[in-house]
């Protein structure tokens, strides 16, 4: 069963089966009762039809029919079996590096479990961030694919007979060997029965050059959207080779084999018929029993007089083929069907029992159960009394099945003290029973409790405001990213930004956050090189001066994008590597980070992750520090400035951005800590603490003189919104689930940036809730910001009524949120 | 006899009271439970309508023992309760409803523990929710169908009527017009030396005075509870059989010597007198000048330790010349520990007429101060106002008063094991059990038992509980709660070793039955395997 420990079926987006969830073996009670926890009491139900005697079986699936003017049928009915099977093999994953004729290499990802198999993926890039998914390249995408929103696409997998003529599924991927692909990310995905195959609850991760270990540039996150969906880990990865020797700064493709078990179970349905037939002239019962499973059937059975589900065992003659199983019940073989479509027998029965109780035996280790209640099939052999009738009608009203039975075998027990050991039945019913609501109440308990949840906001005492600082700005900033991520493509930006300014003031924007000024690598600014030449493809320094001058004139402030956490050299090192830089600050490599393989820094460590397009800067050293501070004075003093949006922060220690701000005395600043929230098999928690405890420990680190931007609400806003799940607006004190809820004047709340939406759309908002989402941050306190894209679309309108309803209302960044529960 | 679970079958091999007896020498435990249990229910439940497991198995347990004609079992026919506690939470703040995410949980939960042989069930019902809004209207919605619930399931029901808060149990801590007054007179909530104010916990020393809305609080709990009586008069009868009396904090009779916002079932410091309202010092001063020494009246001891200090850190609690045994630690001790024994006074007599003639028993909650017990002074037991003159019990003249009384008290603490506690904080949960017991003893007073927190890391609790509630001392509990349902409750972790131990402590013990008992245990454990497979399907 070790295998079934991590493929366990998860199904993205939808809520795991509760026993799914539950670890060790206490609850795992599979066969449940039918809804509303009805147990069916045997042979208690019953009613007069129309002079015939109709038992009726709660939630059966047929109608009985009795026809007791022809041949005396007293019963007959077509149960519904549901068996499991269970399928073990393995998946598979090989890199093959050596280029084939045509020079492409390809990775070859397999399966030899039955079925129709889809292989759902898509791509890392080299040096990309988090463990979004991006769409591969069309080039490589293997004919027949299908695309699946804009960040994965389904490859169908290819059945063929392989050498010892078993069936494997696989499907082959090639590539260029100078692909820009790092990590092909996939899972399994079983057409037929919907079940999906993760890699310990998350994605396979294949890398392509090397493994994950040392050129995962999120080795050293903490937690990642999918924990330990590296494919690392010895006990888990026995026969996981990857071999290849890696130079430091040239990719090669390696070679690469992973095998991966995989359990598959589906559903069979089946069914067993059972006639009851009185034979008046000898007294007895013909029982006759049928069943569609083929190969060896077994029915485990006993009879049971006055409706007391003891089981007894028949007197003797026993249908052939019986065994005595431990004196309380009997083990009848059935006979194969001389078709072969499966399996039937037919015996008489003493006519003096009330009713026959079974299970099927298919194995030792297959039991079948009735579908309906989860206990044993009862079949009633005789019609029943009215009298009796009119007693089991007062008892089931009173009470359900179960009750009435241990009622019963009380009486049984202190009457026929012998019986004892056939009752050993119903008392492992009552401990399933008992599992069972445990299992529930467990289930129910755990889920968080929260029914449905208004948020007001209560709004302050003016008084109670407090003074402006570089973290807050004056408490009542609503802040506009003032681009996306094409806005470089113009060429002129801040003149077309420029135009705007009138408008978003009216809009009733406080701050604008402009982009990344200077020289850059790339075109979005990015990946600043020459941090004193403002001229980039947004424009040229003249045309930004004026830019913040519109805005200042129009009362707006602007937020310059400070990229503090790497830079982009302009020379080589003696080793040819990328770490001497130019321009007025002309450091060498000993203000990079000594900890990035790639750039041969001589500095410290790194104090935070590392980002590895670029050498990280070591802020630790002093001359490093002060340059900063002086280029980000200048910048304040020369482009008028008013703030800063820090880039990355996760990379350095906030402590640093501390001395930045304190340095450079901005109005306002906020620092980008994003990083994953937690997910447990692809489903987002409820509890995010850890989350915003992170960015919460950055805003602490810098004393609070930055904020930081709120994704934990993101994050919870995507679920809430999209699944309708608002439980998850309330942390378990009934507060916002948030940064906002822990330091409300610290976080600026957003819900899309450049990265997240835009044209990248690395983790786009669910699509037309946009203004559930504006409604939620620009009604609670934090600053809100607004993305671009959003200000200039359809929305304006709604954006700009929130917006004056927050002026209104003077909600703040420490306005109070009460949690109304509403009923 | 019927060892047929695979569970309980493996309990045979661990517990003590699952092992046969030697001739001669029954085992304490099975003899005095086990008989009293069958005896009393079989002559008790004889009219009623046996259910769940427990008492399947407890009755036919009794048909056996009676057919062996046991002869000790005539003199002792106490009978012993076991009670699983509901959520704190389980109904909505305002009272109107029961927590509707956990209505089903709550009725699957009272399914099981019915199920698996459980008494009853105890509802904690909180002054705040009930009248959340206004002295004047009661909101009994959400308490009724919890009761009615357990009432469905023919389960016995003990109320917890809690007056004060329970910080951080996710129900509001008083109601809100009580708040109002205390934010008009904060002085009506208990306070500490610096001047921090509890605000789950009014004062014992404005019981008398017109503080709430005109009303005295110990006129307005009398309204609460006679309100609950006329709301639930139809259940008296049947199903509830239990009401504990709230007597302060966490629903103990004890001051609330925590820090003002912690939670009073984890703290474990030495903590603080909580005498400092203007009230407490009022009466403190009056009291002082009546002893004939005015200036002891002016102020609490100013060289206690702060809550989380050692004892030793200040003169007051020190082991050797320790102000608490100077005239004046004793005149200040007797004088806050007898506030506290007048205080429970009022409530109980109040509650026992409001209740005297409801076939209910009555019993309130003391804290189970276990923390210091080692040192002389006993300053955690002091704190929390339990203080005897001449280092004599502490916990005697709050049992007289029970006793006085004839409400039960119950003892929060019977799973406390000496190996769970910091041998730092002196701790000794046995000396103290055997302290309270003593005290019970001599005034006559009787008691029950609960356990202090869920048992999820040490099973040993479990056979401690057991030890502790299946004893032959004569000192016996009446009833024990198990606290409390919840997620941990029914979590894999928890869930089974509870199975377990209320299976052995309601079924008694199996051993005296037929010789192929452990063939139908092992016919069990077959069938069960089997079973297992079953379920997979």
Same mark, same amino acid.
């Given at each position: 069963?070790?295998?079934?420990?991590?493929?366990?079926?998860?199904?993205?987006?939808?809520?795991?089966?509760?026993?799914?969830?539950?670890?060790?073996?206490?609850?795992?009670?599979?066969?449940?009762?039918?809804?509303?926890?009805?147990?069916?009491?045997?042979?208690?139900?019953?009613?007069?039809?129309?002079?015939?005697?109709?038992?009726?079986?709660?939630?059966?699936?047929?109608?009985?029919?009795?026809? @007791?003017?022809?041949?005396?049928?007293?019963?007959?009915?077509?149960?519904?079996?549901?068996?499991?099977?269970?399928?073990?093999?393995?998946?598979?994953?090989?890199?093959?590096?050596?280029?084939?004729?045509?020079?492409?290499?390809?990775?070859?990802?397999?399966?030899?479990?039955?079925? &129709?198999?889809?292989?759902?993926?898509? =791509?890392?890039?080299?040096?990309?961030?988090?463990?979004?998914?991006?769409?591969?390249?069309?080039?490589?995408?293997?004919?027949?694919?299908?695309?699946?929103?804009?960040?994965?696409?389904?490859?169908?997998?290819? !059945?063929?007979?392989?050498?010892?003529?078993?069936?494997?599924?696989?499907?082959?991927?090639?590539?260029?060997? #100078?692909?820009?692909?790092?990590?092909?990310?996939?899972?399994?995905?079983?057409?037929?029965?919907?079940?999906?195959?993760?890699?310990?609850?998350?994605?396979?991760?294949?890398?392509?050059? !090397?493994?994950?270990?040392?050129?995962?540039?999120?080795?050293?996150?903490? *937690?990642?959207?999918?924990?330990?969906?590296?494919?690392?880990?010895? /006990?888990?990865?026995?026969?996981?080779?990857?071999?290849?020797?890696?130079?430091?700064?040239?990719?090669?493709?390696?070679?690469?084999?992973?095998?991966?078990?995989?359990?598959?179970?589906?559903? =069979?349905?089946?069914?067993?018929?059972?006639?009851?037939?009185?034979?008046?002239?000898?007294?007895?019962?013909?029982?006759?029993?049928?069943? *569609?499973?083929?190969?060896?059937?077994?029915?485990? $059975?006993?009879?049971?007089?006055?409706?007391?589900?003891? $089981?007894?065992? @028949?007197?003797?003659?026993?249908?052939?083929?019986?065994?005595?199983?431990?004196?309380?019940?009997?083990?009848?073989?059935?006979?194969?069907?001389?078709?072969?479509?499966?399996?039937?027998?037919?015996?008489?029965?003493?006519?003096?029992?009330?009713?026959?109780?079974?299970?099927?035996?298919?194995?030792?280790?297959?039991?079948?159960?009735?579908?309906?209640?989860?206990?044993?099939?009862?079949?009633?052999?005789?019609? @029943?009394?009215? /009298?009796?009738?009119?007693?089991?009608?007062?008892?089931?009203?009173?009470?359900?099945?179960?009750?009435?039975?241990?009622?019963?075998?009380?009486?049984?027990?202190?009457?026929?003290?012998?019986?004892?050991?056939?009752?050993?039945?119903?008392?492992?019913?009552?401990?399933?029973?008992?599992?069972?609501?445990?299992?529930?109440?467990?289930?129910?308990?755990?889920?968080?409790?929260?029914?449905?949840?208004?948020?007001?906001?209560?709004?302050?005492?003016?008084?109670?405001?407090?003074?402006?600082?570089?973290?807050?700005?004056?408490?009542?900033?609503?802040?506009?990213?003032?681009?996306?991520?094409?806005?470089?493509?113009?060429? &002129?930006?801040?003149?077309?930004?420029?135009?705007?300014?009138?408008?978003?003031?009216?809009?009733?924007?406080?701050?604008?956050?402009?982009?990344?000024?200077? *020289?850059?690598?790339?075109?979005?600014?990015?990946?600043?090189?020459?941090?004193?030449?403002?001229?980039?493809?947004?424009?040229?320094?003249?045309?930004?001066?004026?830019?913040?001058?519109?805005?200042?004139?129009?009362? =707006?402030?602007?937020?310059?994008?400070?990229?503090?956490?790497?830079?982009?050299?302009?020379?080589?090192?003696?080793?040819?590597?990328?770490?001497?830089?130019?321009?007025?600050?002309?450091?060498?490599?000993?203000?990079?980070?000594?900890?990035?393989?790639?750039?041969?820094?001589?500095?410290?460590?790194?104090?935070?992750?590392?980002?590895?397009?670029?050498?990280?800067?070591?802020?630790?050293?002093?001359?490093?520090?002060?340059?900063?501070?002086? $280029?980000?004075?200048?910048?304040?003093?020369?482009?008028?400035?008013?703030?800063?949006?820090?880039?990355?922060?996760?990379?350095?220690?906030?402590?640093?951005?501390?001395?930045?701000?304190?340095?450079?005395?901005?109005?306002?600043?906020?620092?980008?800590?994003?990083?994953?929230?937690?997910?447990?098999?692809?489903?987002? #928690?409820?509890?995010?603490?850890?989350?915003?405890?992170?960015?919460?420990?950055?805003?602490?680190?810098? /004393?609070?003189?930055?904020?930081?931007?709120?994704?934990?609400?993101?994050?919870?806003?995507?679920?809430?919104?999209?699944?309708?799940?608002?439980?998850?607006?309330?942390?378990?004190?009934?507060?916002?689930?948030?940064?906002?809820?822990?330091?409300?004047?610290?976080?600026?709340?957003?819900?899309?940036?450049?990265?997240?939406?835009?044209?990248?759309?690395?983790?786009?908002?669910?699509?037309?809730?946009?203004?559930?989402?504006?409604?939620?941050?620009?009604?609670?306190?934090?600053?809100?910001?607004?993305?671009?894209?959003?200000?200039?679309?359809?929305?304006?309108?709604?954006?700009?009524?929130?917006?004056?309803?927050?002026?209104?209302?003077?909600?703040?960044?420490?306005?109070?949120?009460?949690?109304?529960?509403?009923? | 006899?019927?060892?047929?679970?695979?569970?309980?079958?493996?309990?045979?091999?661990?517990?003590?009271?699952?092992?046969?007896?030697?001739?001669?020498?029954?085992?304490?435990?099975?003899?005095?439970?086990?008989?009293?249990?069958?005896?009393?229910?079989?002559?008790?439940?004889?009219?009623?309508?046996?259910?769940?497991?427990?008492?399947?198995?407890?009755?036919?347990?009794?048909?056996?023992?009676?057919?062996?004609?046991?002869?000790?079992?005539?003199?002792?026919?106490?009978?012993?309760?076991?009670?699983?506690?509901?959520?704190?939470? +389980?109904?909505?703040?305002?009272? +109107?409803?029961?927590?509707?995410?956990?209505?089903?949980?709550?009725?699957?939960?009272?399914?099981?523990?019915?199920?698996?042989?459980?008494?009853?069930?105890?509802?904690?019902?909180?002054?705040?929710?009930?009248?959340?809004?206004?002295?004047?209207?009661?909101?009994?919605?959400?308490?009724?169908?919890?009761?009615?619930?357990?009432?469905?399931?023919?389960?016995?029901?003990?109320?917890?009527?809690?007056?004060?808060?329970?910080?951080?149990?996710?129900?509001?801590?008083?109601?809100?017009?009580?708040?109002?007054?205390?934010?008009?007179?904060?002085?009506?909530?208990?306070?500490?030396?610096?001047?921090?104010?509890?605000?789950?916990?009014?004062?014992?020393?404005?019981? %008398?005075?017109?503080?709430?809305?005109?009303?005295?609080?110990?006129?307005?709990?009398?309204?609460?509870?006679? +309100?609950?009586?006329?709301?639930?008069?139809?259940?008296?009868?049947?199903?509830?059989?239990?009401?504990?009396?709230?007597?302060?904090?966490?629903?103990?009779?004890?001051?609330?010597?925590?820090?003002?916002?912690?939670?009073?079932?984890?703290?474990?410091?030495?903590?603080?007198?909580?005498?400092?309202?203007?009230?407490?010092?009022?009466?403190?001063?009056?009291?002082?000048? %009546?002893?004939?020494?005015?200036?002891?009246?002016?102020?609490?001891?100013?060289?206690?330790?702060?809550?989380?200090?050692?004892?030793?850190?200040?003169?007051?609690?020190?082991?050797?010349?320790?102000?608490?045994?100077?005239?004046?630690?004793?005149?200040?001790?007797?004088?806050?520990?007898?506030?506290?024994?007048?205080?429970?006074?009022?409530?109980?007599?109040?509650?026992?007429?409001?209740?005297?003639?409801?076939?209910?028993?009555? +019993?309130?909650?003391?804290?189970?101060?276990?923390?210091?017990?080692?040192?002389?002074?006993?300053?955690?037991?002091?704190?929390?106002?339990?203080?005897?003159?001449?280092?004599?019990?502490?916990?005697?003249?709050?049992?007289?008063?029970?006793?006085?009384?004839?409400?039960?008290?119950?003892?929060?603490?019977?799973?406390?094991?000496?190996?769970?506690?910091?041998?730092?904080?002196?701790?000794?949960?046995?000396?103290?059990?055997?302290?309270?017991?003593?005290?019970?003893?001599?005034?006559?007073?009787?008691?029950?038992?609960?356990?202090?927190?869920?048992?999820?890391?040490?099973?040993?609790?479990?056979?401690?509980?057991?030890?502790?509630?299946?004893?032959?001392?004569?000192?016996?509990?009446?009833?024990?709660?198990?606290?409390?349902?919840?997620?941990?409750?029914?979590?894999?972790?928890?869930?089974?070793?509870?199975?377990?131990?209320?299976?052995?402590?309601?079924?008694? %013990?199996?051993?005296?039955?037929?010789?192929?008992?452990?063939?139908?245990?092992?016919?069990?454990?077959?069938?069960?395997?089997?079973?297992?497979?079953?379920?997979?399907?």
């Amino acid at each position: 069963m070790s295998a079934a420990s991590w493929s366990i079926p998860a199904i993205p987006r939808a809520a795991p089966p509760a026993r799914g969830g539950l670890p060790g073996d206490a609850f795992l009670v599979a066969a449940r009762p039918g809804p509303g926890r009805r147990r069916a009491a045997p042979g208690r139900r019953l009613r007069l039809r129309g002079g015939g005697v109709v038992v009726a079986r709660a939630g059966a699936a047929e109608v009985p029919v009795t026809h @007791p003017e022809e041949s005396g049928v007293v019963f007959s009915e077509k149960f519904p079996l549901r068996r499991c099977k269970t399928v073990q093999g393995k998946a598979w994953a090989r890199v093959v590096a050596e280029p084939d004729g045509e020079g492409m290499c390809k990775i070859v990802i397999g399966c030899d479990v039955e079925g &129709k198999w889809v292989l759902h993926w898509g =791509v890392s890039y080299d040096g990309e961030q988090g463990r979004e998914w991006d769409q591969p390249p069309s080039e490589v995408r293997p004919p027949g694919s299908v695309t699946i929103k804009d960040y994965a696409i389904e490859t169908p997998l290819v !059945g063929s007979p392989n050498s010892e003529g078993h069936m494997v599924h696989e499907v082959e991927i090639k590539f260029n060997q #100078d692909t820009p692909i790092a990590i092909i990310n996939f899972v399994l995905k079983e057409e037929e029965t919907g079940a999906w195959f993760q890699h310990k609850g998350g994605d396979f991760r294949i890398p392509l050059s !090397g493994s994950l270990e040392d050129g995962d540039p999120f080795g050293a996150q903490q *937690d990642t959207v999918h924990p330990g969906a590296k494919p690392e880990g010895s /006990s888990a990865q026995p026969q996981e080779t990857v071999p290849g020797d890696k130079g430091p700064s040239v990719k090669r493709i390696s070679e690469f084999y992973g095998e991966y078990p995989i359990l598959k179970s589906e559903y =069979v349905q089946n069914f067993v018929s059972v006639t009851v037939t009185e034979n008046s002239e000898t007294d007895k019962s013909l029982v006759e029993f049928d069943t *569609d499973i083929t190969g060896q059937v077994i029915i485990h $059975w006993g009879v049971c007089k006055d409706n007391t589900m003891t $089981w007894e065992i @028949p007197s003797e003659p026993h249908p052939p083929k019986t065994k005595i199983f431990r004196q309380k019940a009997l083990q009848t073989l059935l006979q194969q069907k001389t078709d072969g479509t499966g399996n039937t027998i037919s015996f008489l029965l003493n006519a003096d029992y009330s009713g026959l109780v079974f299970v099927l035996k298919l194995d030792e280790y297959t039991w079948l159960r009735n579908v309906d209640n989860g206990f044993d099939f009862y079949i009633p052999l005789k019609e @029943p009394h009215k /009298s009796d009738e009119q007693k089991v009608d007062d008892k089931s009203a009173q009470t359900d099945g179960l009750i009435g039975d241990i009622r019963n075998l009380v009486v049984g027990l202190s009457s026929r003290r012998g019986q004892r050991a056939k009752n050993k039945v119903l008392q492992e019913d009552i401990l399933q029973e008992i599992e069972r609501l445990a299992a529930e109440a467990y289930s129910i308990f755990r889920s968080p409790t929260i029914d449905a949840v208004e948020d007001s906001v209560y709004i302050d005492d003016p008084a109670t405001v407090k003074p402006a600082c570089s973290g807050t700005g004056s408490g009542f900033e609503i802040l506009c990213q003032g681009f996306n991520w094409e806005s470089h493509k113009s060429g &002129k930006w801040y003149v077309e930004l420029g135009a705007k300014a009138k408008e978003l003031a009216s809009l009733g924007f406080t701050i604008v956050w402009s982009p990344p000024p200077t *020289d850059s690598v790339s075109p979005e600014g990015y990946m600043p090189r020459d941090l004193y030449n403002l001229n980039s493809r947004y424009g040229t320094i003249e045309e930004l001066k004026q830019l913040v001058n519109i805005f200042h004139e129009a009362g =707006v402030k602007v937020l310059g994008d400070a990229v503090l956490n790497h830079r982009c050299a302009q020379f080589q090192n003696q080793n040819g590597v990328w770490n001497i830089f130019g321009g007025r600050i002309n450091w060498d490599d000993r203000a990079v980070v000594a900890d990035d393989p790639h750039f041969q820094g001589r500095g410290n460590k790194s104090s935070g992750d590392n980002f590895h397009a670029a050498p990280n800067i070591d802020h630790s050293q002093d001359f490093v520090r002060n340059d900063l501070k002086e $280029w980000l004075c200048w910048m304040r003093k020369e482009v008028g400035y008013d703030g800063w949006r820090l880039d990355f922060v996760r990379g350095f220690w906030g402590g640093y951005v501390k001395d930045y701000l304190e340095a450079s005395e901005p109005y306002f600043a906020v620092g980008e800590y994003w990083d994953s929230l937690s997910y447990t098999y692809g489903e987002m #928690d409820y509890n995010q603490d850890a989350h915003r405890q992170r960015i919460v420990d950055w805003i602490n680190a810098t /004393s609070g003189t930055a904020g930081a931007f709120d994704v934990t609400t993101k994050g919870i806003l995507h679920m809430a919104l999209e699944r309708s799940e608002y439980w998850r607006l309330s942390d378990e004190k009934g507060k916002p689930p948030g940064v906002l809820g822990w330091w409300p004047s610290r976080a600026v709340t957003f819900i899309e940036n450049h990265d997240t939406g835009s044209t990248q759309g690395h983790w786009r908002f669910p699509y037309g809730m946009e203004m559930q989402g504006y409604v939620y941050i620009l009604t609670h306190p934090g600053t809100p910001a607004v993305f671009y894209d959003h200000v200039f679309s359809h929305l304006q309108q709604d954006i700009a009524k929130l917006i004056s309803v927050r002026r209104r209302l003077k909600i703040h960044c420490r306005s109070k949120v009460y949690n109304m529960h509403r009923k | 006899m019927e060892a047929l679970l695979s569970t309980q079958h493996a309990a045979a091999a661990s517990s003590p009271t699952m092992t046969r007896p030697l001739p001669g020498a029954a085992p304490a435990g099975r003899v005095a439970f086990g008989r009293a249990r069958r005896a009393g229910r079989a002559s008790r439940d004889a009219p009623r309508v046996a259910t769940g497991l427990g008492r399947l198995l407890g009755q036919a347990a009794a048909a056996v023992a009676d057919s062996k004609q046991s002869t000790r079992d005539a003199e002792d026919a106490s009978t012993f309760r076991l009670f699983v506690g509901l959520p704190i939470d +389980s109904v909505a703040p305002d009272g +109107s409803s029961v927590s509707s995410a956990k209505a089903k949980g709550i009725e699957a939960g009272i399914r099981a523990v019915k199920l698996l042989g459980a008494d009853g069930v105890e509802l904690q019902v909180f002054w705040s929710v009930v009248q959340p809004e206004s002295p004047d209207r009661f909101s009994w919605a959400g308490y009724r169908a919890v009761a009615d619930m357990a009432a469905a399931e023919g389960l016995s029901l003990r109320v917890s009527l809690r007056i004060h808060g329970t910080p951080g149990g996710n129900v509001p801590i008083l109601p809100g017009w009580v708040t109002a007054a205390a934010a008009s007179d904060p002085d009506i909530l208990f306070t500490d030396r610096s001047g921090s104010r509890h605000e789950d916990c009014v004062s014992f020393a404005v019981d %008398e005075l017109p503080v709430l809305a005109g009303r005295s609080p110990l006129s307005r709990y009398e309204a609460f509870f006679r +309100s609950f009586t006329d709301a639930f008069h139809d259940l008296f009868e049947s199903t509830i059989t239990d009401v504990t009396v709230g007597l302060g904090p966490n629903g103990e009779l004890r001051y609330p010597s925590y820090p003002p916002g912690s939670s009073a079932a984890t703290f474990t410091g030495v903590g603080e007198f909580q005498c400092y309202d203007k009230y407490m010092l009022a009466q403190l001063k009056q009291h002082a000048e %009546e002893s004939g020494h005015p200036l002891w009246g002016l102020s609490g001891p100013h060289d206690t330790p702060g809550y989380n200090e050692s004892p030793d850190s200040k003169d007051f609690f020190r082991d050797h010349g320790g102000s608490w045994e100077s005239p004046y630690g004793d005149f200040f001790l007797s004088w806050y520990a007898g506030n506290l024994v007048n205080h429970g006074d009022r409530v109980l007599g109040m509650a026992s007429a409001v209740f005297g003639d409801k076939p209910v028993e009555l +019993s309130a909650k003391v804290p189970f101060m276990h923390w210091w017990h080692g040192a002389k002074s006993r300053p955690a037991e002091a704190v929390a106002g339990f203080y005897k003159s001449n280092k004599k019990n502490g916990y005697s003249p709050v049992a007289k008063m029970f006793a006085r009384h004839g409400v039960t008290m119950v003892v929060p603490g019977m799973d406390v094991c000496m190996n769970k506690q910091h041998r730092s904080t002196g701790s000794s949960p046995d000396q103290l059990l055997v302290q309270i017991k003593n005290a019970c003893r001599r005034h006559g007073a009787r008691i029950a038992g609960e356990n202090a927190s869920l048992v999820m890391t040490h099973t040993s609790s479990f056979s401690r509980i057991r030890s502790n509630i299946l004893t032959t001392e004569r000192v016996r509990p009446s009833h024990f709660t198990y606290q409390r349902m919840g997620a941990d409750f029914f979590s894999p972790k928890h869930w089974p070793a509870f199975t377990e131990f209320v299976r052995s402590v309601v079924c008694g %013990e199996w051993d005296e039955d037929d010789a192929d008992a452990d063939m139908a245990a092992a016919n069990a454990a077959g069938r069960r395997d089997n079973a297992w497979e079953t379920q997979l399907v």
